[in-house]
């Protein structure tokens, strides 16, 4: 292309990209009636703020699921403090990620969150439980624990506790419905290998389903719920708590 052409194809894209950007504005500022007092913040190593907030809202609007799982890597952003827009709400959730449902047995359940607190990738944030796991365990795997080939990081098996919230052990033998996101269900993350072993019955994840992110924007625009942000809210909760002090050296001079 001449210099020209370049110029000419250049101002044609950018017009066609300011004719975008306002519709694509005005869906950012679109008020979802709830109000932050404070900023929220993110956290890859153990609960935080947003996580507690996004699980409470996805049971709230899934209240046949008494646990919520979500990945700490799907959360891009804090909430700035102020009113919910859903320009913040998707920058927290840009994804297109789907609610779906698991049913998981107690032993399941522990596997996947043996998985979680690895460090191969952030621990999964929740509601419905309270897990402790400890970051200076098993730095350097010897064997394949997870039966998948390789011996790595994700055979760490770091996890201390699991309890329900009134502190009653996990049943391994009964049946839990948690709520997820449709990259966690489909085996996101690093849990194919556990979850390819459920029965398909017992994953749901809707083919027809918005992102949760828009079914969290229209619940909050009909319900305009209050957010308690205040320093004993329950959204500061430790539901999974890292202890311990994670291994910095290598594993070949360990």
Avoid at 17 to 22: E, N, S, T, Y
Avoid at 114 to 141: F, I, R
Avoid at 177 to 195: E, H, M
Wanted: with cysteine.
């Amino acid at each position: 292309l001449t210099g020209e052409a370049t110029g000419s194809l250049a101002a044609k894209v950018k017009a066609l990209l300011d004719k975008a950007k306002g519709p694509i504005e005005t869906m950012r500022k679109r008020n979802l009636s709830t109000t932050l007092s404070v900023a929220l913040k993110r956290n890859q190593h153990q609960s935080s703020p947003v996580g507690n907030l996004i699980c409470e809202w996805l049971q709230k609007l899934h209240p046949e699921a008494e646990i919520c799982l979500v990945n700490s890597g799907g959360l891009r952003n804090g909430f700035p403090a102020g009113p919910i827009t859903y320009g913040a709400l998707y920058d927290v959730l840009p994804f297109s990620n789907i609610a779906a449902i698991m049913k998981l047995k107690g032993s399941e359940l522990r596997e996947m969150l043996t998985l979680s607190t690895t460090g191969g990738h952030g621990v999964l944030q929740m509601a419905g439980l309270h897990v402790q796991y400890d970051a200076s365990l098993d730095p350097c795997p010897t064997s394949d624990r997870n039966n998948d080939g390789v011996i790595n990081e994700r055979d760490r098996n770091r996890l201390v506790s699991v309890t329900l919230p009134d502190g009653t052990p996990l049943n391994d033998e009964r049946i839990y419905s948690i709520v997820t996101n449709s990259f966690i269900a489909s085996g996101g993350d690093g849990y194919a290998d556990l979850l390819n072993s459920i029965p398909a019955e017992r994953i749901q994840i809707s083919p027809l389903g918005l992102p949760f992110r828009d079914d969290i924007a229209d619940m909050l625009q009909k319900e305009k719920p209050t957010v308690d942000t205040s320093a004993n809210s329950h959204l500061h909760e430790l539901r999974i708590q890292q202890i311990g002090t994670p291994f910095r050296g290598t594993c070949d001079e360990n």
